[in-house]
């Protein structure tokens, strides 16, 4: 995957009940994959996107948050922290893979296959911006920054 290409088209349930589906995206769009619901980092990565979620809907840009948890997690997820915006649930870890983000990590010496927490933001179809690997700390606000200034 690289920026400035056609980001790969996907379908995924979503906890508004109905399938999200890229293709009817029209403009802009800020996709950031997770590995857990309810874990720290989790926690703090989508309650940072949530303090901004106004702020990126004014300058017109969706956003949507995605891992391999089911909808019931996801459900769970978005009403314990009051998640304004979609989470979806790739289970089969399918649509990780299309876009590179489900690999090798490694934790406390032991290598194994996870989600690579990564932000990709989208205009039109095209990949623009891809964050991989991302610290949690100040992320948000970074990706928020880049998005209002974008041209």
């Given at each position: 995957m690289k920026e400035n290409k056609k980001a790969p088209s996907f379908k995924l349930p979503s906890t508004s009940k109905i399938n999200f589906d890229?293709?009817?995206?029209?403009?802009?769009?800020?996709?950031?994959?997770?590995?857990?619901?309810d874990t720290p980092g989790c926690t703090i990565e989508t309650k940072d996107f949530s303090k901004l979620y106004k702020k990126f809907k004014k300058i017109k840009c969706e956003l949507v948050g995605i891992s391999k948890d089911s909808l019931e997690s996801h459900e769970k997820f978005k009403k314990k922290y009051k998640v304004p915006f979609e989470l979806l649930s790739d289970i089969d870890i399918k649509i990780q893979k299309k876009y590179r983000i489900w690999g090798t990590k490694s934790f406390m010496g032991k290598k194994f296959l996870g989600t690579i927490r990564s932000t990709i933001f989208i205009d039109k179809g095209k990949i623009k911006k891809i964050w991989s690997n991302v610290r949690v700390k100040d992320h948000a606000q970074e990706v928020y920054e880049f998005v209002k200034s974008y041209k």
């Open positions: 890229l293709k009817n995206i029209k403009g802009k769009l800020l996709i950031y994959f997770y590995p857990k619901d």
